[in-house]
């Protein structure tokens, strides 16, 4: 049976400055995914409802040292949400290439009767540029201001580099496998990937 594992790394956790809030809500996330069956049927063992909650983890890590600086982004519950859907592609079957523009297509779908048009807008195309080798996002005719675009490209970045710091589950080196720091986005990310693999013991612990 799913179920989210956060909890039980919370003293490593506070040590890296999440308040139990945020831990909280990195375990709501995970069990609505679980409830909504977002990741049941995968047969992506790689892209389970484990490797959601540890992107979620990474997403509010780097959120909070962007904090410790100062810097206060636009949006911030929208770039959870699509860490929580972003994979949804591969439980559709879609292969790597494509399982951001199915995801993003699908998102639409799922959150139509939870976010409006906007909201909605923006959590597609995080998930449709997850997946890009491509880091700039495409905002096709989707109408937002510069403001608006700057900070949905920065969210974009956050949730790339989210989930390339957990390439570091995978057992062999990048680029196979494993996160090179040489294509991290923020420099957030490029300060906790140090920090991943202590994250990653403790996790697996907590499943054990």
């Known amino acids: 049976m799913e179920k989210s594992y956060i909890r039980l790394c919370k003293e490593f956790l506070?040590?890296?400055?999440?308040?139990?809030?945020?831990?909280?809500?990195?375990?709501?996330?995970?069990?609505?995914?679980?409830?909504?069956?977002?990741y049941t049927d995968t047969k992506d063992f790689d892209h389970d409802i484990k490797h959601i909650e540890r992107v979620?983890?990474?997403?509010?890590?780097?959120?909070?040292?962007?904090?410790?600086?100062g810097e206060i982004l636009q949006d911030e519950n929208l770039l959870r949400i699509a860490s929580l859907y972003h994979d949804i592609g591969k439980t559709l079957g879609a292969s790597d290439k494509d399982h951001g523009l199915v995801g993003s297509i699908e998102v639409q779908k799922l959150l139509a009767s939870e976010l409006n048009f906007r909201d909605r807008a923006i959590v597609s195309l995080l998930i449709k540029t997850h997946a890009s080798h491509d880091d700039q996002v495409d905002f096709e005719n989707f109408i937002f201001t510069e403001e608006e675009k700057k900070n949905i490209q920065l969210l974009s970045d956050i949730l790339k580099d989210a989930d390339a710091l957990d390439r570091n589950r995978l057992?062999?080196?990048?680029?196979?496998?494993?996160?090179?720091?040489?294509?991290?986005?923020?420099?957030?990310?490029?300060?906790?990937?140090?920090?991943?693999?202590?994250?990653?013991?403790?996790?697996?612990?907590?499943?054990?």
């Open 56 to 69: 979620l983890t990474y997403v509010e890590w780097i959120l909070n040292e962007k904090k410790n600086r």
């Open 14 to 38: 506070l040590q890296e400055g999440f308040t139990a809030e945020e831990i909280t809500q990195i375990e709501q996330f995970t069990n609505e995914g679980i409830t909504k069956n977002l």
């Open 171 to 208: 057992n062999y080196p990048a680029p196979i496998g494993g996160c090179d720091e040489k294509k991290l986005r923020t420099k957030e990310a490029k300060e906790i990937l140090k920090k991943t693999n202590p994250f990653l013991k403790q996790y697996n612990l907590s499943i054990i």
